[in-house]
């Protein structure tokens, strides 16, 4: 058995791999931490009763020092961060205090719980981190790989990558048990509405535009957060202390095509159920337009990558780990979970 603080486990992807172990690992103790920010929504994870919600900030040394010790807690899965590159762009500071500073903090606590009070105790931290400190590829350049030099373009970036290498540091200076993975764009359910997918849908569920950045031809690697939560409880479980797991989704496509892929989904989910026409009338099929009509193209956004994609070789060969999911696949299953959700999702919107 094990007892699991999950940093951020009331966000997107924290508040995902919550339901997933929780599913996968029963006999295990699982809290979650959360400071419960825009995109911190408690609701996620409501329906966890054996789930213990505890709500703070990561940044708040003393606080992380008596959770670990107080709870006996053994696993640290580190989710807590600031992760929209538009918001990074515009006001980077709160990247830097949570990203930087809070991951430090949690560091902080780790040592001196784990290792200057529980001399011996097993104990993993583990930090979940993304491909964009890696920076952008040429359309013929490989994959990222965890070799790849960092070369973080954004202040999200930028700031995701400075904790990594604290958790690196950690690890090597004071010999915390720590592992990492970088993951590729994620998808799915719980997604804030201000990423392209769920923001996406949801706008066209409601006439709104669909603005594309630039072209819309930069590329990215998208994995669905079931997949992503797979590789994580692997990097856990099987992965080597000190080591860094890419994990991705083994579906590079451009932005165009994604978009496009929504609108074809909306269309075709309206035309296979009647009611969707009543319960949301000012969408394109409700009115026998077609959902791309929405389309618009704006300026590109400042510094943008142009392609990411993530070689999953070392995940794949040391934990076993391959996304089990198309990008086809995940999308139906995410679009269908947005309407049948949408108590979840309409108190996060403007309309």
């Not at 329906?47 to 213990?52: F, M, S, T």
């Not at 359910?189 to 949801?202: A, G, S, T, V």
């Not at 892929?261 to 026409?277: M, P, S, Y």
Request: hydrophobic share 35%; proline share 5%; net charge negative.
């Amino acid at each position: 058995m094990a007892n699991l603080l999950v940093t951020g486990g009331a966000g997107f992807i924290g508040g995902n791999f919550v339901h997933f172990w929780c599913r996968r690992h029963p006999e295990d103790t699982v809290h979650v931490i959360d400071s419960l920010t825009y995109a911190g929504n408690r609701s996620t994870i409501a329906d966890l009763p054996d789930c213990q919600f505890h709500q703070g900030d990561i940044r708040d040394n003393a606080l992380m020092e008596q959770l670990l010790r107080d709870l006996d807690i053994d696993t640290v899965v580190n989710f807590a961060a600031e992760s929209h590159v538009d918001r990074s762009i515009s006001g980077p500071d709160a990247f830097i205090d949570t990203n930087i500073l809070g991951t430090h903090s949690l560091l902080k606590a780790a040592r001196k719980v784990w290792l200057e009070e529980g001399v011996g105790k097993a104990h993993r931290f583990h930090h979940v981190s993304t491909d964009e400190v890696y920076g952008s590829l040429k359309l013929d350049d490989p994959a990222f790989r965890e070799t790849t030099q960092y070369r973080p373009n954004s202040p999200y970036s930028a700031s995701k990558a400075a904790s990594d290498h604290l958790v690196r540091a950690y690890h090597h200076t004071y010999g915390l048990e720590v592992t990492t993975t970088n993951c590729s764009n994620n998808y799915g359910p719980y997604q804030y509405p201000e990423k392209l997918i769920p923001l996406f849908i949801i706008n066209a569920l409601h006439g709104r535009g669909l603005p594309i950045y630039g072209d819309g031809r930069n590329i990215r690697d998208w994995l669905h957060v079931e997949d992503h939560c797979r590789g994580i409880e692997a990097a856990i479980l099987a992965g080597v202390s000190g080591e860094v797991y890419n994990i991705g989704g083994g579906q590079e496509l451009p932005n165009i095509e994604v978009v496009d892929r929504i609108c074809a989904g909306v269309d075709e989910i309206f035309e296979e159920n009647e009611k969707l026409a009543e319960r949301f009338p000012n969408a394109p099929p409700a009115m026998n337009q077609p959902t791309s009509s929405l389309k618009t193209f704006v300026e590109d956004r400042k510094g943008h990558d142009h392609r990411y994609a993530i070689d999953e070789t070392k995940a794949r060969d040391e934990l076993g780990y391959t996304p089990s999911r198309t990008f086809s696949e995940g999308f139906s299953a995410t679009l269908r979970w947005y309407l049948s959700n949408e108590g979840w999702w309409r108190p996060l919107i403007k309309i």
